[in-house]
């Protein structure tokens, strides 16, 4: 398999990207690891004249705590990245274990946390947890920086909000009250393949009681989604095996997963009831895992 | 990536120096070649293989600065100024390196066809860690297909390369 023929340019920063984006407007695209790109290019899905290569831009691939801020990770950040990042291991684990579930190895060293943000498939492993923390994405255009929920990035399958002079720079998970969070993933193997369904939890426990909780589900619907009615339903409650029982049932009613060739409709739904309540159980006992 | 030709299509061209197993390799490429071709039809490096080419059965797997990638998915003009090993620079001397040793005494070779691949992720796994768990090698070779799905000799052919005792 072949690529049709493309210019390729390596901007030195991220106003210089935005810019030949905003210059070639509809041929233009954003090339980070290339893991999701190149084969829609192969196939013939997209055929961009324009790659705008911001792997190399200076700063994009950094993981840091800031002061007031939270954990920072810069867009170009591979897969992998995230995975051995002491910063992440020690604030979150949830969040490297999660992208630990991603692909296999080689794709991880190559694909990027913005990259699967903005390729916005339904099935991402990143957004669920990242959406759980309550974590928010930097995106810069033309007209300057502007910040927003990850969970306001996407608006349908493969459909993300950012303007084709856009790009995601980097992706702030702030400091929190929450005690725990985690991400369980149901795949058809344990290696490679997509989640069938994708849970994650976060959840603030203060005297046996659920202070805040955070859900959201992956693979579920059209987009990565919040699981809203689940989490008022938690708020404020004593925790019980009926409470999370229960939780995992209205999380089951409220997303509106579809039958394909990878599982029915109805499986989906029972597997959020089931893995909603052990990513609850988790969270609650064992912090960020 | 200022250095380039238009040629009299009017396409790029672009001058990049890449260090394949050792030697620096500079050569002029369309920005749409892939390492995986820049490697077998520019340096006639043909033990890189190609399988599914959208990244999900590993066979095209080199290491790019050491770490294990599949090279139908990356761009020749990304590894411009980076170090690229091959199966053909995984034996530094005229002598097998031990893991490819270890493929052909626990017969993990089968059909060959995977085997480039799998040995880099090998190489890439015992590299970081030297005396991984069975499991560590399932996960380590777990982005790298075989489809005679003989991989209980090549878990084997690594646990060996590792110098631990091979389970029946």
């Known amino acids: ?289 | 990536m200022s250095n380039f030709i238009v040629d009299n299509n009017g396409i790029k061209r672009y001058l990049v120096t890449i260090n394949v197993n050792g030697i620096e390799y500079t050569k002029v490429v369309k920005a749409n070649t892939l390492l995986v071709n820049f490697l077998r039809e520019e340096l006639d490096l043909t033990g890189t293989k190609k399988g599914c080419e959208l990244g999900d059965c590993g066979s095209c797997t080199v290491l790019l600065e050491g770490k294990p990638v599949n090279s139908c998915l990356i761009l020749a003009i990304e590894a411009d100024g980076m170090k690229v090993t091959t199966i053909e620079g995984v034996a530094s001397t005229a002598n097998l390196d031990n893991i490819q040793e270890k493929f052909l005494e626990y017969g993990a070779i089968q059909c060959g066809y995977c085997s480039a691949g799998m040995i880099l992720s090998a190489k890439a796994l015992l590299t970081e860690n030297p005396k991984p768990t069975e499991e560590e090698v399932r996960a380590g070779i777990s982005g790298n297909l075989c489809r005679c799905t003989g991989y209980i000799n090549i878990i084997k052919a690594i646990m060996a390369a590792s110098g631990q005792e091979v389970m029946n």
């Open chain 1, 1 to 289: 398999m072949y690529l049709p023929d493309f210019d390729y340019y390596v901007p030195a920063s991220v106003a210089e990207a935005c810019q030949l984006l905003a210059e070639n407007i509809d041929c233009a695209k954003v090339i980070s690891g290339g893991t999701d790109l190149l084969p829609k290019m192969k196939h013939g899905l997209l055929s961009p004249q324009i790659l705008v290569s911001i792997k190399k831009i200076p700063g994009l691939r950094k993981i840091e705590y800031v002061q007031g801020k939270g954990v920072v990770i810069g867009a170009a950040s591979t897969i992998n990245d995230i995975v051995f990042s002491e910063v992440v291991q020690q604030k979150y684990p949830s969040v490297s274990n999660a992208a630990h579930t991603m692909a296999a190895n080689q794709v991880r060293h190559s694909g990027t946390v913005g990259g699967n943000l903005v390729s916005a498939v339904p099935s991402a492993d990143m957004p669920p947890i990242l959406m759980a923390l309550n974590a928010t994405a930097t995106i810069e255009g033309p007209n300057g920086q502007r910040q927003l929920p990850v969970e306001d990035v996407f608006c349908g399958p493969s459909k993300c909000l950012l303007e084709k002079s856009e790009i995601i720079t980097e992706i702030i998970i702030p400091d929190q009250a929450m005690t725990g969070s985690t991400y369980f993933k149901f795949a058809l193997r344990r290696a490679g393949a997509l989640a069938v369904v994708g849970v994650a939890a976060a959840v603030q426990v203060e005297n046996e009681t659920i202070k805040d909780a955070r859900v959201a589900l992956g693979a579920v619907a059209p987009v990565p989604m919040r699981a809203k009615k689940t989490e008022e339903f938690l708020i404020g409650k004593k925790i019980s095996d009926e409470l999370l029982e229960e939780a995992g049932k209205i999380a089951a009613a409220e997303c509106k997963p579809i039958t394909d060739f990878r599982a029915s409709e109805e499986y989906r739904r029972d597997l959020v009831r089931i893995y909603t309540k052990r990513a609850l159980c988790k969270a609650i006992d064992q912090g960020h895992v």
